[in-house]
Structure formats: C-alpha cells, structure tokens
C-alpha cells in the first residue's frame, strides 16, 4: 500500500488535495490507521489518482468528476466521453465570451490612457514626518500578512503608505483579504501623499523597529523612501504603481457584531470543524474552511457540517487565523454580514485598524 505523501508524489496531487478529496469522497484512502489518522492506499488507486490530477488541472467542476472517475473503470466510455466533451465546450465558450470582453476593456483602457483629462498619472511625492517606532512597527505587523506575492500583479507586491494630515495608513491587500492599520504622525503639513513601498523595503523597515520607543523618520523623495531610526537608516525605490483606492473597497454594510476572546476564537478555530473546498485561484490547491455565524446570544459559532443556515459565512480558516494573530489584541471584534460580504475584522481601540476577509461560496 502507499502512504499519503507517496500517493501525492505519484500521483501528481499534493498531500492537502488527498485529504480534500477524502472528505469529499471522491477518492477515499484504503485504510486509515485509527490511531493515527493515517490514510493508506492501494496500488490500484494510483492511476485513479492520476487521472483525478488530469481533471484537476482542467478545471472540471467536482460533480463531473465524480461521475468520470465512478465510469471510468467500466465499459460507459459514452458517459465518459460525453463529460469530457462537455466541459471541453464550455471552457471554450468561456474563453471566447472573455476575449470579447477583455477586448472591449483594453479599448477603454486604450482611450483611457491617450485622453488627458482621464489619464492618471503618479505624482512625485516629496514629504517628510515623524512617527512613533513601535506605532509603526504594529502597524507594519498588523498588514504584512495581507500583501500579496503575486508575481503577475505588481500592483500589489507592496504595502501603500498613505499620509494624510497626521495620520499615516498602511494598507495590504492580495484580493482575497486586506489589511489597513493607522499610526500617528507628525511634521507633514502638505497634501494627502501616497506611496508604495515594495515588500522587501517594508521588511528592511520592520527590522530596524525592534527597539527604542523613540520617533522615527520617514521620508519620501520622488520615487525614493527612506527610513531612518537614529544612526541606522533603510531606503529604496517604491514601486512605479497608482495602488487601488482601498477606501472604496472597505465601504461595506453594516453587519452584526461580536466581541470574541481572541485566544479562545482561535482555538475554537483550530479544533473546531472545517469544510474543504478547492482553491483554483492559488496554485490549485485546497483549502479549510471555516463556516462562522452568530448566534442570537452574540456568540461566534463555528459551524459543523449539518449546519446550513443562509446566513452563514464561510472563509479561509488559515487566512482568519492569520488576521487574529496580526492584529495582536486579546478581544476583537468580528462583524459578519450577508453570505457574500467579506468578513471584517476590527480591533475594540482602533476603528481604523482592521482586516477584511473574502467569503468562500459554499458548495450545494
């Protein structure tokens, strides 16, 4: 028999995609150990798994693919067929109805980009201010665990430094979650200024934070920033890119609230029961996932499997338990609205200092 790890090194699955597959029943290992939990599987089950991969990577939606795995040892080679052919033609249709569309926009784009009085532009930012190093430091701390690695979004590969009167906000997003957290300034008295500084600049900065509870400066020169803490300073170029207007995306309904014990939300959280769903939007992989509501009492219950009340809502459990150790507080408040509505995550001193999380569409 194989173990999970060699099932997932020959079968071109990763160890998390067997375990989301065991609980959708899809492909159930032979025998678990029930001491352990450890899965085993025949060797038959190998080419099973090697095919689900196939269906994987083509995007087939997990009802088909059930039904191809369940038909595929047989001699239905119709059905099999057919939900092949199926998928085949809806992913095309898909992708022409796109190209229409993503024609249309570079278009726009296009007109957008050579008519002046709609072209944006990156204004030469030149400011220089005063901020607290562990104020700055928590608020570094508090949206690190948002900014996105994405490769093929730069936009976001930074942390948006937003100053404004004596306020400065940082704020990270990687579109499935976002992070903005507030740290008082003082000595800049010009316009709202706005600059992005790229990940590893951000880090630079965050290591020069460790100690000393005296101000430090920060300064911005064009495309240049520089950080400063006594004898010791960081500086690098920011990123070329307008960030999107995260003021826009956190004007949200007013949800229900809560008060949760972070410590025992989380562990609540941890133990707690989970639902699997598969993640396409990043790098294939599945995922947990933690399906909150709350109760008429004000408590945040994690739901179980049986429990499919509408206004549940549903995220990643990993990307929830990263918001709750960034923010660093003993009680927070979570408010939770419509299904569809990103889940917010705020602190009780700081109502300019939250996170917010996408919800996950449950499966039927």
């Not at 934070?209 to 920060?218: D, H, S």
């Not at 025992?264 to 933690?290: C, H, I, K, W």
């Amino acid at each position: 028999m194989r173990s999970i790890g060699e099932m997932a090194r020959d079968g071109g699955l990763s160890v998390s995609a067997l375990r989301f597959y065991d609980r959708a029943g899809v492909l159930v290992p032979a025998w678990v150990d029930p001491v352990s939990g450890y899965r085993w599987y025949e060797p038959e089950q190998l080419e099973e798994a090697r095919l689900l991969a196939r269906l994987r990577r083509a995007g087939m939606p997990l009802a088909d693919i059930r039904l191809v795995l369940a038909g595929w040892p047989g001699q239905n080679t119709d059905l099999v067929r057919g939900l092949l052919n199926a998928h085949l033609h809806r992913l095309e249709l898909g992708l022409s109805d796109a190209r229409s569309e993503f024609s249309t926009l570079r278009a726009l784009l296009d007109r957008r980009e050579k008519d002046p009085m709609t072209s944006l532009h990156i204004a030469t930012a030149t400011a220089r201010l005063s901020v607290l190093a562990p104020e700055l430091a928590a608020a570094l701390d508090a949206v690190r665990f948002a900014a996105s690695t994405d490769a093929e979004l730069p936009t976001l590969g930074g942390i948006l430094f937003d100053i404004e009167g004596e306020d400065l906000h940082l704020v990270a997003t990687d579109r499935y979650r976002m992070a903005v957290a507030r740290a008082g300034t003082t000595g800049h008295g010009g316009p709202r200024t706005q600059v992005v500084v790229p990940l590893p600049l951000a880090d630079a900065m965050r290591a020069l934070l460790t100690t000393g509870e005296e101000p430090v400066q920060l300064a911005l020169d064009g495309d240049r920033v520089t950080l400063e803490t006594g004898d010791r300073q960081t500086a690098g170029r920011s990123l070329g890119h307008e960030f999107p207007d995260y003021r826009r995306l956190v004007r949200l309904p007013a949800g229900r609230r809560a008060h949760v014990d972070t410590a025992a939300f989380r562990q609540a959280l941890e133990t707690g029961p989970v639902r699997a769903s598969e993640m396409r939007e990043q790098n294939g992989e599945p995922y947990d996932l933690s399906v909150l509501r709350v109760a008429e009492n004000g408590a945040v219950i994690v739901c179980d499997d049986g429990d499919d009340d509408q206004n549940n809502v549903a995220v990643n459990r990993a990307f929830l338990l990263d918001a709750l150790a960034a923010a660093a507080r003993h009680e927070l408040i979570l408010e939770l609205g419509e299904p569809t509505a990103p889940l917010a995550i705020r602190q009780p001193d700081d109502e300019d200092a939250f996170s917010l999380l996408m919800p996950v569409r449950l499966e039927n």
